[in-house]
């Protein structure tokens, strides 16, 4: 099966830091990865989405300059929030969509999420 | 931005029931997933249908997709108290979007 992991599965940080979390496909290519947010109680909000060797595509109200998104390679996909505040307190979740040239099979795997608390 | 809506938003059953959960959505879809996320964990994917599929089954899992009308329901038969979770559906083309979400709660 497709595999996505996350590092790290949680973590807390201090107000003002920034935090890198890594999202890999690990047995899979993905040229595509996406990034989600979710808050406690409501859905997957989805943040941007990660080409690789080119820059995200930011969704409306989703700060480039807050969220930064690096895609280096076909599996692996890392976002930095930087100068974090308690606002950014949040539940990370990434996604990665496994290349495919069958018709309707393009899929997207779940990575575990990554869960940020700032103090 | 969000795909569509799950309707209802919460439902509550005895065990042995049967849960349908239906899900609208916005924008052309290339298939039609379905996630189950238990509380403050990640996401399980269940069933993926394609937009020229209309019905699927695995296991207890019953999912139709309706795409003159952007409908998709998901049946959950003879449920079960693990079954309780919140439950996504999520589509698009290029990129995929959830909807709000099921929960649902299966008492014993």
């Known amino acids: 099966g497709a595999v996505v992991s996350q590092h790290p599965s949680r973590v807390i940080c201090k107000s003002g830091t920034s935090v890198k979390i890594e999202c890999r496909s690990l047995d899979f290519q993905a040229t595509t990865m996406f990034w989600y947010r979710q808050f406690p109680k409501q859905s997957l909000m989805l943040m941007a989405t990660s080409n690789e060797g080119s820059k995200a595509t930011y969704e409306q109200g989703v700060e480039k300059d807050k969220f930064l998104i690096n895609h280096a390679s076909l599996t692996l996909s890392t976002l930095t929030v930087t100068s974090a505040h308690p606002e950014d307190s949040s539940f990370y979740i990434c996604?990665?969509?496994?290349?495919?040239?069958?018709?309707?099979?393009?899929?997207?795997?779940f990575g575990p999420g990554t869960r940020l608390l700032v103090l | 931005s969000q795909q569509g809506e799950e309707d209802p938003q919460a439902l509550s059953i005895q065990e042995g029931e049967n849960a349908t959960m239906n899900c609208s959505y916005k924008?052309?879809?290339?298939?039609l997933q379905w996630y189950r996320q238990n509380s403050g964990r990640g996401l399980v994917h269940l069933i993926l249908i394609r937009s020229n599929e209309r019905e699927k089954h695995s296991g207890r899992l019953r999912v139709t997709l309706d795409t003159s009308k952007k409908s998709s329901s998901l049946l959950i038969t003879a449920s079960r108290a693990a079954d309780t979770a919140s439950y996504f559906c999520a589509g698009g083309y290029q990129k995929v979007t959830f909807g709000i979400g099921t929960k649902l709660q299966v008492i014993p």
């Open positions: 924008t052309s879809i290339n298939n």
């Open positions: 996604s990665a969509r496994k290349d495919t040239s069958e018709l309707f099979q393009e899929t997207q795997y």
